[in-house]
């Protein structure tokens, strides 16, 4: 009588494994990387989908056909963006008419400064226009590349906006089929686990979008209104750009506060440049205390560290628009995470885990914050 000997089952080393890992991740950023024109007017579009995807359902339960619907719905909202682009487009060609004289008063700036660093550093001005003069032709030696990643942009911004309102379009007319193909993806035992995911993560990102939007609007006439007592020009311009970069963390807030500082450096007195930096402090501090905690879902809270990762990954890969891509797609693949039992570890560690997330910085204790609006009420 034979005995049959069972095989043992081959495990493969742990290197090989995490080997495996890393070619899977590079080979996805690269294909990443290489089809930005075309995934990233698509992420576009789906997370216009989702913001424009109630008034749709809204105009149709008014009786109007689901296809003029939609393109009401895309209509309004690209009218709404085209406005925002020519009222930056406009600003910047006026802000552009000035720029000569702005460029002459910051030049004499930067003599002054030169002058302090001599007397300071004590170095020769020899020296010191050595260093300038290095980095002056740095500045030329990379001005070729600038003008071609401009003309590139300018391309890709042409892309953009037509295949922008194309995929919004197609993603809410197609939208049935998308959720009935991802629904068949899994096994019917499965099937109310999937569709709570969906429910639940569009009415989540809806509200989190929303409150993006709202959030920037409320930023924007903070530091419109702050700008204009200070007395800076071009302060409405300025506070649209600020209120966008805010959405980006920390590097976002950062430009968002030199630009109208060098600005005020260049036009006025440098006491002006600190009343700006105080404005914009001021303007973070009552962001991240009051209009976050009660604007934005703070059911997608992410932690400062998966926000710092996300943003270099966004940007490395897409340039500018991945920046802005990466936090609410972190946040929607965080209420994934959340959701889903298999999961969950990520969506935990994505999380602030009550210790604070990007937006923390300058918040208040909780108890703090509970108390002032007791006040208040």
Same mark, same amino acid.
């Given at each position: ?38 995934? @990233?007017? %698509?992420?576009?579009?789906?997370? %216009? ?56 008063? %910051? ?69 049935? %089929? ?25 009415? @989540? ?56 500082? @060098? ?115």
């Amino acid at each position: 009588m034979t005995e049959t000997i069972t095989p043992r089952p081959i495990v493969p080393p742990s290197y090989q494994k995490l080997s495996l890992i890393i070619l899977g991740l590079v080979a996805l950023f690269y294909g990443l990387s290489v089809a930005k024109t075309i995934i @990233v007017p %698509l992420l576009f579009a789906l997370l %216009l989908a989702m913001l424009l995807n109630p008034m749709v359902d809204r105009l149709t339960r008014w009786h109007m056909p689901r296809l003029l619907s939609i393109a009401l719905a895309i209509l309004l909202a690209m009218a709404a963006l085209m406005g925002l682009a020519y009222f930056i487009g406009t600003q910047a060609a006026n802000f552009s008419d000035t720029l000569p004289a702005l460029e002459e008063r %910051l030049n004499a700036l930067a003599d002054d400064i030169q002058g302090w660093a001599q007397e300071t550093l004590h170095m020769k001005r020899t020296e010191m226009n050595d260093a300038v003069d290095k980095v002056k032709e740095k500045g030329m030696a990379q001005g070729g590349a600038i003008v071609g990643s401009t003309l590139t942009t300018v391309g890709t911004l042409f892309a953009f906006f037509f295949l922008l309102p194309v995929f919004t379009f197609l993603l809410l007319l197609y939208k049935r %089929l998308l959720i009935t193909f991802i629904g068949k993806l899994f096994p019917d035992r499965d099937q109310p686990i999937v569709q709570d995911v969906l429910t639940q993560t569009k009415g @989540v990102v809806q509200s989190y979008l929303m409150g993006l939007i709202m959030e920037a609007g409320i930023v924007t006439v903070m530091n419109w209104v702050g700008l204009m007592v200070i007395g800076v020009q071009y302060a409405l311009l300025l506070a649209v750009i600020g209120a966008v970069l805010n959405l980006i963390p920390y590097i976002g807030m950062i430009v968002a506060t030199l630009l109208p500082m @060098v600005i005020a450096l260049a036009t006025m007195e440098p006491t002006a440049a600190l009343w700006v930096l105080g404005l914009y402090l001021f303007v973070q501090f009552v962001d991240n205390n009051f209009i976050v905690p009660n604007v934005v879902a703070s059911r997608v809270e992410l932690n400062a560290l998966v926000s710092i990762i996300v943003v270099m990954i966004g940007g490395a890969l897409w340039g500018i628009p991945g920046m802005f891509l990466s936090l609410p797609l972190t946040a929607i693949l965080k209420v994934i995470f959340d959701r889903v039992p298999a999961l969950e570890p990520f969506g935990y560690v994505l999380g602030d885990g009550g210790i604070g997330s990007h937006k923390s910085m300058l918040r208040l204790p909780d108890a703090v914050v509970g108390k002032a609006r007791g006040q208040v009420k």
